[in-house]
T-cell receptor, first 114, second 110 residues
């Protein structure tokens, strides 16, 4: 069965510093991979998705993610973090059991310090 | 463009009471989903629908029922609420992979 692991429960970075959020997945075939962001009191918003092709994927708000099959990873990156990026980030993988179901990781909460 | 709208936003129930959560989408999406979000557990799929008139069980369906009588609406029902159902409930819709989420319903069962 597919699964997603986000090793870091929370991360703190300084404003202007670079960011990398880790994600590892378990999937037999080529996975469909996603990153979502959730601001406090809000629903989740899709940041980016990977289906196939170029392993470096660009998303909204200046985020990017790199698919590495050999490491079963799909880490999210941003070169320079802004205070407004403070939120919870979820990595997710598309299920292969139909219905376009999606399996979510437990999330990583990002804190940004001035 | 409202996207996905959930009502109510907050609710407190007593153990044993029933309620229905409503999800409405205006994007003509075929697929709709109900998830619950609990601290440290991410989102877990309760039920989903692949089209009008269809429903299917997800990962944690026990204690919940759903209906999709109209394409734009997906209802989640709790027949006899239990404290373990205290959670934040999210509805999502999609035309494939990549969801649009509602803003959630925070439910407390006392």
């Amino acid at each position: 069965a597919q699964s997603v692991t986000q090793p870091d429960i929370h991360i703190t970075v300084s404003e202007g510093a670079s960011l990398e959020l880790r994600c590892n997945y378990s999937y037999g075939a080529t996975p469909y991979l996603f990153w979502y962001v959730q601001s406090p009191g809000q629903g989740l918003q899709l940041l980016l998705k990977y289906f196939s092709g170029d392993t470096l994927v660009q998303g909204i708000k200046g985020f990017e993610a790199e698919f590495k099959r050999s490491q079963s990873s799909f880490n999210l990156r941003k070169p320079s973090v802004h205070w407004s990026d403070a939120a919870e980030y979820f990595c997710a993988v598309g299920s292969d059991t139909g219905g376009f179901k999606t399996i979510f990781g437990a999330g990583t909460r990002l804190f940004v310090k001035a | 463009n409202a996207g996905v709208t959930q009502t109510p936003k907050f609710r407190v129930l007593k153990t044993g009471q029933s309620m229905t959560l409503l999800c409405a989408q205006d994007m003509n999406h075929e697929y709709m989903y109900w998830y619950r979000q609990d601290p440290g557990m991410g989102l877990r799929l309760i039920h989903y629908s692949v089209g009008e008139g269809t429903t299917a069980k997800g990962e944690v369906p026990d204690g919940y029922n759903v209906s999709r009588l109209k394409k734009q609406n997906f209802l989640l029902g709790l027949e006899s609420a239990a404290p373990s159902q205290t959670s934040v409930y999210f509805c999502a819709s999609s035309g494939g992979y990549g969801y649009t989420f509602g803003s959630g319903t925070r439910l407390t069962v006392v």
